[in-house]
DNA sequence: ATGGTTGATGCTCAA
């Protein structure tokens, strides 16, 4: 079962790639961030044309998330259940294949003197109340999306980032809080050393330089993270004209009984 | 000290 996340910057702008992606990588779950659209302006057609079922959580101009699935979506929720946090569309949930998948798009939080940054963390702290309502540390949840968090040193390519609402010691403590549900980073054993990156500013070269952050993530429960057999982020999508600033990210559990793509097997 | 770019919107904000 392939799980994919990937944050597109506005869906309309980004169509082509992702009608693309869905063909070359065929995911069986993709979960997206930053859809800057309304339901209504979703393009649902041609994405159901390519065999994917659709649960969007649309908004305008800001945010917005959705889960494509080739099985179809049951136990669909929206929202983190809050009235002031839920002016943003940040998380949608669905069951597919079993697998208790959600998409979230985590606050940036501007800087730390921003309001922005205390709703970001007041939007965190309720995730990890959505995870205690909904779900047992027992269940296969796999949470997918943009934490807009570097958890570590080496998931940042300077130094700089360290000091930013992005990595700073409160946000990676309300990460680690999140986790503490029950939650694993599936992707890093793969890459035990770092230097793996999912967002390059688009500013400054930030690509070229390579100048990147890993904030992208799936975290999953252990029933999960143990079949987890391979993890890539795919760099060639940040490339070239109309690129999102963000790279996809794929996820291969060995759950449903497919064949394991091969461009995924990495040793641990 | 606040550049550099992209996207949606509508002459600015968010990332």
């Known amino acids: ?66 889960i494509l699935s080739k099985s179809e979506p049951s136990d669909v929720f929206y929202g983190v259940g809050d009235e002031e946090l839920d002016a943003h569309s940040r998380l949608c949930g669905a069951t597919i294949d079993g697998v208790h998948v959600m998409s979230a798009y985590f606050p940036n939080g501007g800087d730390a003197t ?9 939007w965190m702290a309720r995730l990890r109340e959505v995870l205690d309502e ?56 793969f890459f035990p050393h770092g230097q793996l990156y999912s967002w390059w500013d688009y500013r400054a070269l930030g690509f070229e330089r390579n100048h990147g952050l890993r904030i992208d993530h799936v975290y999953t429960t252990e029933i999960l993270a143990a079949r987890c057999v391979g993890a ?21 559990l060995d759950i449903l009984g497919g064949a394991v793509r091969p461009s995924l097997q990495i040793s641990k």
């Open 134 to 189: 909904r779900f047992k540390p027992s269940d296969p949840v796999a949470l997918l999306g943009d934490y807009n968090v570097a958890p570590f040193d080496d998931d940042m390519a300077l130094d700089s980032f360290r000091r930013t609402v992005l990595a700073n010691d409160e946000v990676r403590a309300a990460l680690t809080h999140i986790r503490e549900f029950g939650l694993v980073d599936v992707v890093r054993p």
């Open 232 to 252: 890539q982020v795919d760099r060639k999508e940040r490339e070239g004209r109309g690129a999102s600033d963000h790279a996809p990210l794929l996820v291969e």
């Open 114 to 122: 921003s309001p922005k940054y205390r709703f970001k963390l007041k």
């Open 1 to 66: 079962m392939l799980l994919c996340s990937w944050n597109v910057n506005s869906i309309r702008a980004r169509e082509e790639r992702a009608l693309a992606f869905l063909k070359r990588s065929a995911p069986d779950v993709l979960c997206l961030q930053e859809l800057k659209v309304v339901e209504e302006k979703f393009p649902l057609e041609k994405i159901q044309a390519l065999g994917y079922h659709a649960v969007i959580h649309g908004q305008k101009t800001y945010n917005g998330v959705a």
